[in-house]
Every structure is written in C-alpha cells, then in structure tokens.
C-alpha cells in the first residue's frame, strides 16, 4: 500500500516542477503574439497612408531631410525633392522650407544646404527657399519647421516626405500643434521596401513609447531635441 500510493504521489511532483517552465513558455508566446500584432498594426498605419489625395494650395512645404552623400542629396533625398520641386512649379506651395542639420556621416553642408543648393541648380529661386540647418530627427524638423513659418506668417503648410514616413510624419505634427495641415508623400524607386518599412516600424515603435511618456508627463518636450 504505502509503494502504491508514492506511485500516485510522483505524477504531481512532476507537474509541480515543469509548471514554471509551463509559465514561462506561455508568457513568451504571449510576447511573440503580441509582438506579431503590433508589427502588423504599425505596418497598416504605414502602408495604409492614402498619396492620391489631392493635395490643396498651401503656404509652404515643409520638405524632411534626408541623408547626403558628398554633400549632395542621396537618391532617396533627392526623390522628395523632385516631389517638392513638382509642387512648387504646380503652383501648389509658394515657397519651400527645407529642414535637416549637419549629418554624421563627414558632410560639410547641412542637408538643408544640399537641398537648397539642388533646387537653385533645377531652376527654384533662393527667396522661395526656407533652411532649418539645426534639426538631427523629424520631430526636430517638424518642430524647428513649424518656428520658421509662424515667423514668416506661412499658415497653411504641406508635409513632404515619403510614404513610409508619412503616417508617422503626421502624428508628430499633430502633436505639435500644427493645425489645420497636409502630408504629402512619394513612393521610392530607390530605397529597399522591406528594409526601409522594418526600420520604420522600430522608428515608429519608438515614437509611439515617447508619445506614450509624454502624455504621462513623464517625460518633458526638451528631453524630445
């Protein structure tokens, strides 16, 4: 009697001692599912930004700086500014503000330098040109972007980036009080779209957090430059 019932005894010693690691296993496929779900949502925010919306006569756009390379605008920087020039000759934005700081990578110009000195090369005018020579991220842009046009009296203000930026592109200004504003953005011929939307998503990711800390007043608006 007293074999028999340690017998019955050691199935739940057994199952005492696996059930942190039965823990464990399931708090890790939580993870994993939501870390699925919320790469999937931040990809539909992403690709769900709408580019065929007509975009309305403005004041000024705001073009969000990109990577130099020699101290002339890399192709992805470039297709924005071809986007911007397109705008700019349609009549759409009377001038442009050009927004990006010196870079890391051992540039002399500051993006919106390189910007500036492409479009003057393409037939823009330097008095509808705008620099914001400070700005090292978009929230710096936007924000930097937003002191020059209340300075200039430009209200009405246009966005211009790509669209994997653009929806994160529009929460930051939202945030910042831009008001009553467009985004508008171009596809890239150029940049890798699986590497370019991952990165995005870290980015995006990140922003979200900050977001999150600042409505909790954890976290201050200068800690953001």
Known sequence: ?????KRRS????????????????????????AGVFWFGYLLWLINGFDT???IAKADAGIVLGAALWNDVPSPALKERL???????????????????????????????EGMRDYLIAKGITEDKLLLENASTSTYENLLNSRKIAEDGKLKELVIITHDYHAARAKEMAGQLDYGDFQVAATKSKVLNPVFNEAREVLAFTKWKLDLALLTLGARSPDSML
């Open 1 to 5: 009697m007293i074999a028999a019932s």
């Open 10 to 33: 050691s199935p739940r010693k057994r199952t005492k001692k696996a059930r942190p690691w039965l823990l464990l296993f399931r708090a890790a496929a939580w993870l994993i599912c």
């Open 52 to 54: 065929t919306k007509p």
């Open 82 to 112: 071809d986007f911007a020039y397109e705008l700019i000759t349609l009549g759409k934005v009377d001038k442009l503000i050009l927004s990006g700081g010196l870079g890391a990578n051992g540039a002399t110009k500051t993006e919106a």
